[in-house]
């Protein structure tokens, strides 16, 4: 079954003010979870978390190399960001399923059905092969 973004949950996540961990985000400048982490946090004023190889921090925020490492008192993670291609995005959602978080949002080209599928099973809010950053205006943003 193809997953289908329902507006509702992108308008609650896009406004609701929350803790958002954001798989991918280095300080490779290039690359557009730079910018986006920063209208996350600036735009839509939720609190980041960078997750990246590294586990280096970005935009002055303390980095982890994977969900589980994030510690409690940064917990619950309300939104997993995946600024991961593909074929790594089935990883990082069962991570976000693991942590307990309560949505994952897959950026624009990334697209796992079957990931969408469990994280919906488990109870996670998902949105597919969208960008905050490029909808935002849609929300007031």
Known sequence: MTHVNDPAVV?????????????????????SAFEVALYVRGTMGMEIIPINMRGEDVHGETGYKFLADVPLERQPIDVVDCFVNSQRVGAVVDQAIEVGAKAVWLQLGVIDEDAAERAKAAGLDVVMNLCPAQVGWRYGL
């Open 11 to 31: 308008d609650r996540l896009m406004r609701t003010k929350g803790r958002w961990a954001i798989v991918g985000l280095s300080t490779n400048e290039w690359r």
